[in-house]
């Protein structure tokens, strides 16, 4: 087993206390970013999204619309590119049965895709959801959540059942409501609470099976530094102390070693790691710039890939033996509420989002780690930010809903092939 460099941190424990921990950094088993409110952080569940996901990554940032009522959904074609060939090529697939901005996106044992909630036609929360079947490239309904939800995360469980946690849902009023998603039964069916009502959060599934719920931004509140852990075997919250930093529109990236990479989503570009073998927050040296509605996708080597944010093409990694950021290549873009997924070859999608100017964009971007440089992946079939990307067991890439940047919600959705290649 590897063994990084020793590292002293500043923990912050469940009662506020500030403690110092000095660890080593060791590889462990291999485990992938917490679900984000985009794309479900798509290494793992987003969001994330996700970001917002692995992430996906929570997609958000500061509170925005989509620009005004929704319109056509059929967006802006992008241009083509001209005779020179890149690898990978996009194709349509199937409709979503409804257009949506900031639905999660979850990649279910059976193979198939959850679609759930987002921002529908006269800005509603929506409550519905579809699934994705790779097999016959269609969308069909199955039941719908039991609150109309936005900006909230969908975690994969041990179980097979997908956990819905937060959100806002019409008028933006945060909940603290979550449910659980049953495969085999099609339905939706409420669970515990959390202790705090949250959305624009993270939510990473633990080795040990609990989900952990990080900051987000509450109506009463601001933004949030409080966490808690969601038990599936209890079906209950419990409070899991608090980041050094409040913060939304951050991501949260499991590490080989089982702890949690919290970045961004304040002004001053911190990070802080979740030790989840003790159960603390640790404060950890800063990116090299602030970022929201980035995305931290865990590579091969362990590392962690930091994209976007703002109006920066630049890029970071993280390394998690010397607890350091350093400056890694620049995209050819500006880019926030993208997407980034890790493919089969290790390499990294990156796909649409929003430009420096607010306008959605249709390019996409390969990171290849080993050569440490990006290069054009082609054009998606639409203009769209605030979408979501699953990657299949087949080794495509799912791009779902999101909008064109000008206020129109999509359904259209559209697979990336990477090994294709096209204009």
Known sequence: MDKGHAGTLNAIGTGGEVATVTREGTAGASGSAGAGGMGGSNGGSPSTMGGMGGGSAGVGGTMRTAGGAAGSTEGSRPPSSGGTSVQGLFTPTGRMTIARWLPTATLLPSGKVLIAGGLGYGNFALASAELYDPVAGTFTATGSMTVGRQYHTATLLPSGKVLIVGGSGD???????????????????????????????????????????????????????????????????????????????????????????????????????????????????????????????????????????????????????????????????????????????????????????????????????????????????????????????????????GDDGCGNYLADAGLYDPEMSGN
Do not use: C
């Open 171 to 401: 008028h933006k009023v945060s909940l603290a409501r979550a449910e659980l998603y049953d495969p085999a039964a099609g339905t939706f069916a409420a669970t515990g609470s959390m202790t705090v009502a949250r959305q624009q959060h993270t939510a990473t599934l633990l080795p040990g099976g609990k989900v952990l719920v990080v900051g987000g931004y509450s109506d009463s509140g601001g933004d949030l530094s409080s966490a808690e852990l969601y038990d599936p075997a209890a079906g209950t919250f419990t409070p899991a102390g608090s980041t050094a930093v409040a913060r939304s529109d951050h991501t949260a990236t499991l590490l080989n070693n089982g702890d949690v990479l919290i970045t961004g989503g304040d002004i001053w570009g911190s990070a802080e790691l979740y030790i989840s073998g003790i159960g603390i927050f640790a404060a950890i040296d800063g990116m090299t710039t602030a970022r929201n509605q980035h995305t931290a996708t865990l590579l091969g080597s362990g590392k962690v890939l930091i994209v976007g944010g703002g109006n920066d093409s630049m890029t970071e990694l993280y390394d998690p033996a010397a607890q350091t950021f350093t400056s890694s290549a620049s995209m050819a873009a500006a880019r926030e509420l993208h997407t980034a997924t890790l493919l089969p070859s290790g390499k990294v999608l990156i796909a649409g989002g929003a430009d420096g100017n607010g306008d959605a964009l249709p390019s996409v971007e390969r990171f290849d780690p080993s050569a440490g440089t990006f290069t054009a992946g082609g054009s998606m079939t639409e203009v769209r930010e605030s979408h979501t990307a699953t990657l299949l067991g087949n080794g495509k890439v799912l791009i779902a809903g």
